[in-house]
T-cell receptor, first 110, second 115 residues
Framework: SQQGEEDPQALSIQEGENATMNCSYK?????LQWYRQNSGRGLVHLIL?????REKHSGRLRVTLDTSKKSSSLLITASRAADTASYFC??????????FGTGTRLKVLA | NAGVTQTPKFQVLKTGQSMTLQCAQD?????MSWYRQDPGMGLRLIHY???????DQGEVPNGYNVSRSTTEDFPLRLLSAAPSQTSVYFC??????????????FGEGSRLTVL
C-alpha cells in the first residue's frame, strides 16, 4: 500500500491545549494537504503546503514539512471542543493520485 | 452554490446487484475522483478524471467503472456488488493548474452496505 501513516491514531486533550499530529509518506510530492472530517461528514480542506515550503500558518493551524524525512506535522493551538474531528494528511505526488494517511482522531474535552 | 453533491446518501444492496453512485459538481472543476473509506484505512482512490472523456484507475479500481461525459458529472458504477465493497464512498473535485491539482472539495459521502 502507498498509504501514508499518521500518528498518533487517537489524541485526547483539554480545551485550550495544543494538539500535534504527524504524517509520514513514502513518495516524492508536489504538495501536502491536511483535511478535517467531522463524524459522518465529508472531508474539509484545512491547509496546503508546497514541497518547496517548510512551514505555513493559517489562523490557529501551523503546518511543517520536512521533505528529507518525508514527514509533516499539523499543530492546532488553543484547541476548542469544535476541533474534535479526524484529521488526515494527503500527498499529491504529481500523478493526480492523491494518497491519504490513515488519520488521527482528535477529541477535545471541554 | 451546491459544491459537490452525492446521491444516494445510503444504499443497501444484495450480493450481485449493480448500482450507480452519482456525483455532480457545479464549480467547473476539471478534476474529479472517487474514494472509498474503510475503518482504519483512510481514503483510497478508486478512479479519477482530469476532464470530460478522460478517466484513469486509482489504487483500488477492481469492481468499479466510471465515465465522464460532462464536466459536471462523474458517476461510479458497481457492476456486481460484493460484501467487500461495503464502505463509505466519497466524491471529490478540484481545479487543475500547471502545478497540478489544488484543494479537494468533497461530497458528504454515500454509505453502501452489501449483504
Amino acid at each position: 500500500s502507498q498509504q501514508g501513516e499518521e500518528d498518533p491514531q487517537a489524541l485526547s486533550i483539554q480545551e485550550g491545549e495544543n494538539a500535534t499530529m504527524n504524517c509520514s509518506y513514502k513518495t516524492s510530492i508536489n504538495n501536502l494537504q491536511w483535511y478535517r472530517q467531522n463524524s459522518g461528514r465529508g472531508l474539509v480542506h484545512l491547509i496546503l503546503i508546497r514541497s518547496n515550503e517548510r512551514e505555513k500558518h493559517s489562523g490557529r493551524l501551523r503546518v511543517t514539512l520536512d521533505t528529507s524525512k518525508k514527514s509533516s506535522s499539523l499543530l492546532i493551538t488553543a484547541s476548542r471542543a469544535a476541533d474534535t474531528a479526524s484529521y488526515f494528511c494527503a500527498t499529491d505526488p504529481g500523478t493526480y493520485k492523491y494518497i491519504f494517511g490513515t488519520g488521527t482522531r482528535l477529541k477535545v474535552l471541554a | 452554490n451546491a459544491g459537490v453533491t452525492q446521491t444516494p446518501k445510503f444504499q443497501v444492496l444484495k450480493t450481485g446487484q449493480s448500482m450507480t453512485l452519482q456525483c455532480a459538481q457545479d464549480m467547473n472543476h476539471e478534476y474529479m475522483s472517487w474514494y472509498r473509506q474503510d475503518p482504519g484505512m483512510g481514503l483510497r482512490l478508486i478512479h479519477y478524471s482530469v476532464g470530460a472523456g478522460i478517466t484513469d484507475q486509482g489504487e483500488v479500481p477492481n469492481g468499479y467503472n466510471v465515465s465522464r461525459s460532462t464536466t459536471e458529472d462523474f458517476p461510479l458504477r458497481l457492476l456486481s456488488a460484493a460484501p467487500s465493497q461495503t464502505s463509505v464512498y466519497f466524491c471529490a473535485s478540484s481545479y487543475l493548474r500547471a502545478s497540478g491539482t489544488g484543494e479537494l472539495f468533497f461530497g458528504e459521502g454515500s454509505r453502501l452496505t452489501v449483504l
